[in-house]
């Protein structure tokens, strides 16, 4: 049966779909990460969907209530990496994705989710001077 990797990245999980869903697979999908959430006691879960061409209503339901889900287990959902095609589908469709927050992409989307919990966030770069020449707070 196919299936969707999930990966936990600290108290995140992270889910890249990179086929194009099916209902089932949706479901699937949905099962999994609940699922993993639970385990992983997950604060974040971060769903890319950069791959995806094509949402129809279904599989947009589906974004909503793995967003839901995730919220009654104490976590955020965020969405990255939506096409401008899918966008206006979602809204052509009348779909408001309650309890889903987006991104453009996977950096921004973890960006987020550190804001909404309060986590730090590690840029990688030194911190920036000021003009004495210290480092700034």
Known sequence: MERIPILKMGEFVLVSIQVDMHDQLAMTLQDDLTAQIVRSRAKGVLIDISALEIVDSFIGRM???I???ARVLDAETVVVGM???VAITLVELG???P???TA???ERGMELLRATLGTPVETGR???ESPNGHPQN
Request: glycine share 10%; proline share 10%; aromatic share 0%.
């Open 67 to 69: 967003a839901s889900m």
């Open 99 to 101: 309890g889903v927050k």
């Open 63 to 65: 974004l909503g209530n």
């Open 126 to 128: 030194a911190p920036a």
């Open 104 to 106: 453009l992409n996977v």
């Open 83 to 85: 096409r401008p095609a």
């Open 95 to 97: 779909m408001a994705l």
